[in-house]
Structures are given as structure tokens and as C-alpha cells.
């Protein structure tokens, strides 16, 4: 009797360890689900659009800040009115006054000269300073959330802190302000590990346009160029070095810039510079034709938009596959060689990559150039997904995951 009572019980105690397993499997399974659902359901863009427009025979332009939501809901966050007197300053590539961060979005006042945060959740102003001079380059290390600024003279870092206690202090006090670099620097960039800012710098006394590349280290508090704005013997005055975007590598080795000479029409390339061995790789026959901005998607790839279509008729461009096409590519820079992303519609130009989380968005259209709207696509796996259409001219955007 005694020895059936205890194979009893050793049977319950089986059972409750295959249920309490089976219970924990479910469980693992079903987070992994619900995961994967708040993660899409979470995946915001982030985007600022530009209307042109006339009144009583002004002419101004209209910047709008939004959140687009997957469910399909906006949100404006904020809102620019930009008179003709300041619109040549907004005409070349606006992107520049606008960073999305995890939390809060950064932008500049129509003057230039006040930097605000807006918070995405309350969609209030969370940080407004007016800043000594003109801004002229905002960007943001989205890992750690700290905004860079440029101005006219200066380098600066904005990071949040924790909120006072003292309910009475001002939402300025959540942030800090520091100034890390003096000079006229462009493109500014934190690398992902917070040590370096990489960035253009206009010193050169000949020709205040030529752009050299240098990188900040911001714990030796030293400045090294990696880059000349010089090419060879050639006079500065003719020649020189100029920069449209710059992009860290994740393991912050690597620096990506697109580069070009003031040549009509710019045939821009890609060039990688190695921060530890100061090691420079221009990619001028393989990469020209690029449309900046581009971002690395490993330690060794950087995705990038080839091809011009408005240069068609304009010089020899034969070593470049399908030059009058904008296509994405990967250029494995350590190889030297390019791969063709083919899951997109050749009816398709498309522009501006952004990768997050293993997955690619770009645009359909270059929103430099056109007052027209365009599309923002999302590439998921060998499927090219649909994601919104913007009526304005997209002038900034990007990918919010929380």
C-alpha cells in the first residue's frame, strides 16, 4: 500500500514538473510574440516636410516636424514659418537642422539661433537655449541619446541628465550644455561609443570652402585630420575637398564620408577612413554617383544610393552599373567590392537608407531636389513594403524604436 501511495505520488510530481515546463515554454513563446508585436506596433518615423508658399505676394516656406505612428496616426510636433529672406539658408540640404533621438526631437528656431527639444510623448518643449551664433548642424547619437550641435564658431554636446527634485526649476536644467571644440565644423557625428565626434572643418585660409575630414577625441581632448581637403599639388582655390555626409561604423573604427570637388556636375564618391590606423580608402571609380546620406550596416558594409538620373547626357559614366538609375548598394569596404540590393523595383529610385533593428528603409525620390512629395519604403527581407506617402518636400527623416 505504502509503495503504490509513493508511485502516486512520484506521478503527481512528474506531472506538475511536465505542466510547470510546459507552462514555462508558453510562456518564453508567447513574450517572444507579444515582443514582436509592441516592437512594430512601437516603430515610429520620424520626418519633417516643406511647403512653399505665397501670400499677398510673399513668399515663405513652411517646415512641419511630425510622428508617424504604424497604426497610421500623426503627430505634429512642432512647426517652422520661414520667410524669403532666410529660405537660402534652409535651401541647402535642411536635413541638417533637424535630429531625432529616442526621446525627443531636436531642432532650430527660424532664426537659427535657438536650439529646442520636443518631447515625443507630451509633444511639448522640453529644452529651448539661445545659442551664441547661428546654428548650423544638428545630429544625434541615438544609442546614447546626445545631440550635436555646430554653430558658426563652435562644437557643442547636449546630453539629458536626471530631473531635479525642485519642482520649480526650469526643463533646461534636465539637459547639459557643453562646449567641447572652437572652429567652423560641419556634418558633426558622435560615434557610437561616445569617445570621438567625426566631422568636416573649414580652416583653411586660402579657401574657407575646402572641407578637411578630422576626428575629436573627446577623452584625450585632441583633434586629428584624417582626411585633406587638398588633392595633390593642385591650387585649393580650383580644387578641393568638399563633404556631404559623414557616418560612424557600429564598433566606431570606421568613418564614411561622401566627397566631391566643386565639378558641375558633383560626381560625389565614398571614401572610409580607419580611425585607429589613420589608413584612407577613396573609392572614387567604384562609388561615384553617390547620393548621400548613406549608414553602415555592419563593421564592414555601408549601404548607400547610386546613381543620378537628372545626369544623363553629362560625361562618361560607363565603369558605373546602370549610372541614370537610383538604386541602393552595399559597398564592402575592406574588399572593395559593391552588392546590388535587387529586391527593389527598378521603377523605383531609391534614395537615402536608413538601417535599424536589421532592416532598411529608404525613400522612392531625391527630396533635395524636387518640391514634390515621395514615399518611404521599408525592406523586409526580400520584400519591398509600402510604408506612407508624404505630401510635402521630405527635407529630414528617420526610424524611432523604443
Known amino acids: 500500500m505504502k509503495l ?26 508567447y513574450y517572444a510574440i507579444i515582443s514582436h508585436l509592441i516592437g512594430n506596433i512601437s516603430e515610429k518615423v520620424g520626418y519633417v516636410e516643406r511647403f512653399d508658399k505665397t501670400e499677398n505676394g510673399n513668399f515663405f516656406a513652411l517646415f512641419y516636424g511630425k510622428i508617424r505612428h504604424s497604426s497610421g496616426r500623426e503627430d505634429l510636433l512642432f512647426r517652422i514659418k520661414i520667410d524669403y529672406k532666410m529660405t537660402s539658408e534652409w535651401g541647402y540640404f535642411p536635413t541638417r537642422f533637424f ?123 585632441i583633434k586629428k585630420k584624417l582626411l585633406s581637403e587638398r588633392f595633390g599639388d593642385l591650387p585649393i582655390n580650383n580644387v578641393y575637398r568638399i563633404i556631404y555626409s559623414i557616418a560612424w561604423s557600429r564598433d566606431s573604427r570606421y568613418v564614411a564620408i561622401s566627397t566631391t570637388t566643386p565639378a558641375d556636375p558633383a560626381c560625389i564618391w565614398v571614401s572610409v577612413a580607419d580611425v585607429l590606423t589613420g589608413k584612407i580608402t577613396e573609392f572614387t571609380k567604384n562609388t561615384g554617383l553617390c547620393n548621400p546620406p548613406g549608414c553602415f550596416t555592419s563593421e564592414d558594409k ?45 521603377d523605383l529610385n531609391a534614395y537615402w537608407p536608413i538601417y535599424v533593428n536589421g532592416e532598411i528603409y529608404f525613400l522612392d525620390k531625391n527630396s533635395f531636389l524636387t518640391s ?13 513594403k509600402r510604408l506612407f506617402k508624404v505630401n510635402g518636400n521630405l527635407v529630414n527623416y528617420d526610424v524611432i524604436k523604443n
Open 372 to 384: 514634390e512629395g515621395c514615399t518611404i519604403y521599408k525592406l523586409e527581407g526580400k520584400t519591398v
Open 302 to 346: 555601408f549601404i548607400f544610393s547610386q546613381g543620378e538620373p537628372q545626369y544623363k547626357g553629362f560625361g562618361d559614366y560607363s565603369n558605373i552599373k546602370e549610372p541614370f538609375r537610383a538604386k541602393l548598394v552595399f559597398l564592402d569596404f575592406k574588399r572593395g567590392n559593391l552588392e546590388f540590393i535587387e529586391e527593389i523595383s527598378k
Open 4 to 29: 503504490n501511495v509513493l508511485k502516486i505520488k512520484n506521478i503527481y510530481k512528474s506531472l506538475l514538473l511536465s505542466i510547470l515546463i510546459t507552462l514555462i515554454i508558453v510562456g518564453i513563446i
Open 99 to 221: 535630429a531625432w533621438g529616442i526621446e525627443q526631437v531636436a531642432y532650430c528656431s527660424a532664426n537659427l539661433k535657438k536650439l529646442i527639444l520636443v518631447d515625443y510623448k507630451s509633444k511639448k518643449e522640453v529644452y529651448c537655449k539661445q545659442m551664441p551664433e547661428e546654428i548650423e548642424y544638428i545630429s544625434v547619437n541615438k544609442e546614447r541619446n546626445v545631440f550635436v550641435i555646430a554653430t558658426q564658431k563652435g562644437l557643442y554636446l547636449l546630453k539629458s541628465q536626471p530631473a531635479s527634485k525642485n519642482k520649480e526649476s526650469s526643463a533646461n536644467n534636465s539637459f547639459i550644455l557643453k562646449q567641447v571644440a572652437k572652429g567652423s565644423f560641419c556634418w558633426p557625428v558622435l560615434s557610437p561609443n561616445g569617445r570621438y565626434i567625426a566631422c568636416g572643418e573649414n580652416d583653411n585660409k586660402e579657401n574657407e570652402l575646402a572641407t578637411s575630414l578630422v576626428v575629436i577625441d573627446l577623452n584625450k581632448n
